[in-house]
């Protein structure tokens, strides 16, 4: 069986109540068909949309006349406090047992609060238990990088993956999202566990197997792919990177066994969208680019 794992933060509307919503437009239908009808993604999250932009995506999703392909609403308002996801998934392949818990917390000592994700659980087609974690954490303006915040976000989703593992240490744990962070960064890499050795990972087999290390920009990249070398074009830092690798989708260590493989590195910043049939450029969709991962379960 394959499984393809696709996450988008569309830019739709940014979860503040200062922020400027913007209207979907063509090009953004085209992104969300290229997604789910031409590249067959199985599970697709999507942040910083709000109810109404959910709506219109279930719009696009029932003019494919998939019936196999389900939406589920993450969306929540408390306050100023808002959950801005919606979840896309297969149900030929997955059925969805529960969603919505929340993995927010606040910080205790400076009364922060710390968006660390929410939570879907599914099983698969073959009764094997899947969890599903959706994460758009702080940007960097609210909390810095290398912030103490930044590195409580990564410890505090660590903790909501040790207890998965602690009920069944080979949970399959899939956690796709828009970090604000990139894979080398401290909250990923140490706090959260998450590393680029698949190695270390089966060696070790409570922490992630992070894949989009090989997103990394290169001169490979830059020849092959010339409009990004990165899945978000950020400038607010001042350094010397303005491609960033914000977006990523990350693994437990059960899908580094024997009956799994990833197809193609299992990282794909996908950049490829056709939007110049319509003549638009890609800031006019989104400052960040979707990415993608497909495995697949060896018999």
Not at 47 to 58: A, G, K, L, P, R
């Amino acid at each position: 069986m394959d499984l393809k794992f696709a996450w988008w933060n569309c830019g739709l509307s940014p979860p503040s109540t200062k922020a400027k919503k913007k209207e979907p437009n063509l090009g953004f239908v085209i992104s969300i068909i290229t997604l789910l009808d031409i590249r067959k993604v199985d599970v697709l999250g999507i942040c910083e949309v709000n109810e109404q932009d959910i709506d219109y995506i279930n719009g696009i999703i029932q003019s494919l006349e998939n019936p196999d392909l389900q939406l589920v609403n993450l969306y929540k308002k408390h306050g100023n406090s808002i959950e801005d996801f919606c979840l896309v998934y297969n149900s030929k392949k997955l059925s969805i047992t529960s969603f919505g818990e929340s993995l927010n917390t606040w910080d205790s000592v400076t009364d922060k609060k710390l968006k660390a994700g929410i939570s879907a659980k599914f099983i698969l087609n073959d009764e094997v238990p899947l969890s599903i974690i959706l994460c758009h954490w702080q940007s960097r303006k609210s909390y810095p990088h290398e912030s103490p915040q930044r590195i409580k976000l990564g410890a505090t989703l660590r903790a909501n993956i040790d207890e998965i593992l602690a009920v069944n240490a080979n949970s399959l744990i899939v956690v796709l999202g828009d970090f604000n962070d990139e894979p080398f960064d401290k909250p990923i890499q140490d706090h959260l566990s998450a590393s680029r050795d698949a190695a270390f990972v089966i060696r070790k087999p409570r922490s992630l197997f992070n894949p989009f290390w090989s997103c990394l920009g290169t001169m490979d990249e830059i020849e092959h792919h010339p409009k990004s070398s990165g899945s978000c074009y950020y400038q607010d830092d001042g350094n010397m990177t303005h491609w960033k690798t914000f977006d990523q989708i990350l693994f437990s260590s059960a899908f580094l066994k024997p009956n799994w493989e990833f197809v193609d590195k299992g990282a794909e910043i996908v950049n490829d969208i056709p939007i110049q049939d319509v003549d638009l450029a890609w800031s006019e969709i989104s400052d960040h680019y979707p990415v993608l991962s497909h495995i697949r379960r060896i018999a």
